[in-house]
């Protein structure tokens, strides 16, 4: 049955259609609006504003619901891989084993850079955030790929994201690599896209790597778990980038620079640092459930709350169990982990964050399987830019072959009314 909205506005009536989705998400299509009345809608930080339509990712943040092209999360991080997730992700369906094959292939003939990127890695500051880093280097691979893509040819786009993919894990590994200090590490094509990362990480220069499968099983799940998450504050950059025709790589970067701040991606890191603030402090939770309920105090409990999930983000539950295990296959006991565990518990039952509706999130735990995997906490946010590479591409591709208009939103301004310029000597 299809709805329209009426709206009465000074004395008259309008009409605007209304557009319902396949999971029954419900908007009223106000782009006619200014046109017939002359007003703009207000919504700061885009809480209530749809930005387009998509068949990517479906989320329901009351049911505590997510699915890629129809799949649930669950699902695909018990049973799938990143690499076919990736491929779910772009091309809208699992692939056959053929057609897996072939990507897996492609993305390898895709890993590797231009020798000239190392001089670029060479001449960062060893202290560089890797975030910042990992923007940049993905930035300049438009200097070695000029040619841009035709976004309505399914090959050139299959290649482009693939090509993007293939050199992404290249630089993250070497990101690590640069602030740690080491030699920059090369590719080894004989194993998966996450061992070959892995392994990009951690080998050490002419020594035999063992892979660890524990460690590799982890990180696909992490991985897929991070894969799209439909118009987040990342997504709706490189939407937006790409949106005024901008290429792939540098639409990328720009999701990058959006990921990196401690209330999107950023708070990865961010949870990790307070949890060892609350150790160093003694261990006392409730003084800090106090401290992030204090409106006269900036502090937030970084890894809760989310502006779509009013229940438990279902990531977060397979990232807690998927703590559990990987401790305790790995043999290690970690405080911070028991630490996280009892903060989920106070702040659970606190009437603030009951009333709120503010539950962990995704990075709440994440960061503890990195740590127990070795990986530093400035790199957290480098992890979750891998996972999420594929979900952008993704966006990024169906809003160009939709051919989505400009983004460009307006305002309502409360600066000066008109007034005369003054000369400096007259001021
Ligand atoms: N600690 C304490 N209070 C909080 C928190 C928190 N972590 N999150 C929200 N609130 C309060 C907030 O002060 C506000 O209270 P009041 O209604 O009294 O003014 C209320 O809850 C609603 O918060 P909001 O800031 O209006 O909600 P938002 O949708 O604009 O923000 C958020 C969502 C994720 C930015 C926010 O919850 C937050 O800052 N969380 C901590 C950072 C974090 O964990 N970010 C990762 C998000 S999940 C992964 C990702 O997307 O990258």
Do not use: G
């Given at each position: 049955m299809s709805h329209?909205?009426?709206?009465?506005y000074d004395g008259s009536e309008f009409e605007y259609p209304v557009q319902e989705g396949t999971m029954g998400d419900i908007a009223v299509d106000i782009s006619s609006l200014r046109a017939q009345t002359g007003l703009i809608t207000m919504d700061p930080g885009y809480k209530n504003t749809g930005s387009t339509e998509s068949k990517i990712t479906f989320l329901d943040g009351e049911e505590g619901k997510l699915l890629y092209r129809g799949y649930p999360i669950e699902q695909l991080?018990?049973?799938?891989s990143f690499e076919e997730v990736m491929y779910l992700l772009l091309e809208g369906e699992l692939p056959t084993q053929d057609e897996l094959t072939i990507f897996k292939n492609t993305l390898k003939d895709y890993n590797f850079v231009n020798d000239r990127v190392k001089k670029i890695i060479d001449a960062f500051p060893q202290e560089a955030h890797p975030m910042g880093v990992l923007a940049s280097l993905t930035s300049s691979?438009?200097?070695?790929?000029?040619?841009?893509?035709?976004?309505n040819n399914e090959k050139e786009?299959?290649?482009?994201?693939?090509r993007l993919i293939g050199k992404f894990s290249i630089l993250s590994a070497w990101t690590y690599r640069k602030m740690t200090g080491k030699d920059l590490s090369e590719p080894d094509n004989n194993l998966s896209y996450v061992a070959n990362f892995y392994q990009m990480m951690f080998r050490e220069k002419n020594k035999d790597f063992e892979v660890n499968d524990v460690i590799v099983n982890a990180l696909d799940k992490l991985f897929i778990l991070h894969a799209d998450h439909e118009q987040n504050c990342s997504a709706s950059t490189v939407r937006l980038v790409g949106s005024s025709h901008a290429g792939l790589f540098?639409?990328?970067s720009a999701g990058i620079s959006a990921l990196w701040g401690p209330l999107h991606g950023g708070a990865n890191q961010a949870v990790l640092e307070m949890l060892e603030n609350i150790q160093k402090d003694g261990g006392g939770l409730q003084k800090w459930v106090d401290k992030a309920k204090d409106k006269d105090d900036s502090f937030r409990l970084m890894g809760f709350g989310h502006r779509v999930y009013k229940n438990m983000d279902p990531r977060a539950k397979i990232i807690k169990k998927a703590a559990d295990d990987v401790l305790n296959q790995l043999g290690i006991q970690d405080e911070v982990l028991d630490l996280a565990r009892g903060l989920e518990e106070v702040a659970l039952k606190d009437e603030?964050?009951?009333?709120?509706?503010?539950?962990?999130?995704v990075d709440f735990y994440s960061g503890i399987i990195y740590r127990a995997l070795g990986i530093p906490n400035e790199m957290f946010t480098v992890m979750f830019a891998l996972g999420r590479l594929p979900g952008w591409i993704a966006q990024w591709k169906e809003m160009r072959q939709t051919n989505q208009p400009i983004g460009r939103p307006r305002q309502v301004y409360t600066g000066e009314p008109t007034r005369d310029y003054i000369s400096v000597e007259n001021r």
């Open positions: 329209t909205f009426k709206l009465n991080a018990e049973k799938s691979l438009t200097a070695f790929n000029p040619k841009s893509v035709n976004v786009m299959y290649h482009a994201a693939a540098v639409s990328i603030y964050f009951v009333e709120r509706k503010l539950y962990p999130n």
